[in-house]
């Protein structure tokens, strides 16, 4: 009888702990999993539906659109040229990064290998930092998130300073 | 369910486990054990509760998994504890009172992490100042200088100076790490940076040397190294720190090895136990005993073979570096693997704290003290399965000991502040 119990004690006690153990990895995985999709989001692929963007063009062309076309101008860059132009026509969006698959691809150690997404919006050309290590700054402020830019603001990611514009 | 509320539940396996554990223990040996002992359980089942009513009010973003993961390994400590001396479960009881105490003042007091990385250069001498304390005043036992008498207490100074390098190391690298990630020059393909800033890596080479001369302190001086160097790789993210830091620890165990008889002895005890099996083998021997007879499930709480007819136990230091084999001998596999499962679980919630964190402060802080706690884990636990050569430390917040519980207890404090601070 009482080895019985004993016995039983012990299964409880290894189950109990296991089932500890569980739930918290479930809660883990699916946390992960919650977290996929915006990744996925992010993930910015060449062959994506959306129009090819962020590819730099000549400064001074762009859609001719009523209103002008929302433009990041490179003014100061340890890897890029200044006066770089990257046009963002309606629907377009990009990455910057220091991965080589980046749209806007800065080799600059001071920045993440997927560090900002541009992308145009109702409301304008939206930036978010994508929780990048140092940070993106616009008009020398570190943003939280996202935010919607201006013309003339000043965004900075990493030593890379672009001016954004309406062409 | 908000994050407290989860904690909450969580907690209840922690409780549920206390029970079972004290009342089998005590179903099994009733003989010896008194009624009033089965309090001490009780007693847990409240301080586990005051601090997560204390975590409520302080700290109410924290995350919700640490406290829970503390308690059960905590509890798994104790029940372990009760079973092999009532007298020494109530004094781990006591310490965990002083160590809860302790989480709840580091809660109170550093309710701003800036704090600490403002004060750094004060933190960085107090922790080098208690590690001087035990290399001067320390007395030396089995071997080591870890001890410091104070008045009628006993304690280990580097348990509290690893903690308060940590959190200098991290304050300091924030500076540091722009001038460490710039290469000037290039050998062989491999970025490098200037030499003179090697100097923090050589620095904390020097210092685990010195602990290991001075004080024969093999475990700290391993935990220190390991930490600081994956603090500095995360703060630069250089594969070469890594490399270099690895050179520099194979250069200074095999001096080491030739200078001290202490480190060898070690050594050849691990390759081969049984050269010596009841002489200097003798405790890696029985534990490798107590492994084998716990088989997959264990003899059951209070079934192991532990204890002597004479009262000490079979391996000697059982209820600090090797409760790990008590666990395997009464618990089995099932039962050491769920704690190796439950370090994995606060390592991976202390990572995410870091992932998670807004500044670089909070984030190389968070990966300092998951990574002394994670290496902690182990060295030791490797060490009593004969994994890597045995370095005597306590598996935290499992073994019996007043100095590693309370400290722990402080560690955890400061990365449920930062995990607050993120999220």
Partial sequence: MLETVLLAGKVVFLIVLYLFIYRVVRSATRELRAAAPVADKRQWSAGAEMPAAGRPVAAGTGGGRPGGVWTLVVEKSPCLPPGTAFAFPVGTSALAGRSPEADIHLDDTFVSSKHALFETTADGLRLEDLRSTNGTQVNGVDIAGAVVLQAGDQVEVGDTVFRVEVR | ?????????????????????????????????????????????????????????????????????????????????????????????????????????????VRDLEWLSKYRYVIGGLGVLLLLLTAVFGREIYGARLWVR????????????????????????????????????????????????????????????????????????????????????????????????????????????FLFPHVQTRVDIWLDPWADPSGRGYQIVQSLFALAEGGLFGRGLGRGYLILPSGSTIIPNLETDFIFSAIGEELGLAGAVGIILLYLIFVYRGCRVAVRSRDDFTRLLAVGLTSIFALQAFLIMGGVIKLIPLTGITLPFVSYGGSSIVANFALLGLLLRASDKAD
Wanted: glycine share 8%; no cysteine; hydrophobic share 60%.
């Fill in chain 2, 1 to 109: 369910m908000s994050v407290r509320n989860r904690e909450l539940v969580f907690l209840v396996p922690a409780l549920v486990l206390t029970t079972v554990g004290f009342a089998l223990v005590y179903t099994q040996k009733a003989t010896v054990l008194t009624w009033t002992s089965l309090t001490y359980g009780g007693l847990f089942i409240v301080l586990f509760l005051i601090a997560h009513a204390g975590v409520r009010v302080l700290a109410s973003r924290a995350d919700p998994y640490l406290l829970p993961v503390t308690a059960l390994l905590s509890t798994l400590g104790l029940v372990v504890l009760y079973r092999l001396d009532e007298d020494l479960a109530l004094k781990q009881a006591m310490w965990l009172v002083v160590g809860l105490a302790a989480f709840l003042l580091v809660l109170v007091l």
């Fill in chain 2, 150 to 257: 104070l008045g009628p207490v006993s304690f280990q100074p580097g348990e509290f100076g690893k903690i308060l390098l940590v959190v200098f190391f991290a304050a300091y690298l924030v500076d540091m790490r722009e001038v460490l990630t710039v290469s000037t020059r290039r050998v062989l393909g491999v970025p490098l940076p200037p030499l003179r800033y090697l100097a923090p890596l050589l620095g904390i080479w020097a210092l685990s040397m010195a602990l290991m001369i001075f004080m024969k302190d093999l475990g700290t001086s391993l935990l220190f190294f390991g930490a600081l160097l994956a603090l500095l790789y995360v703060a630069t993210g250089r594969f070469f720190y890594v490399l270099v830091g690895l050179v520099l620890f194979i250069v200074g165990a095999v001096g080491l090895y």
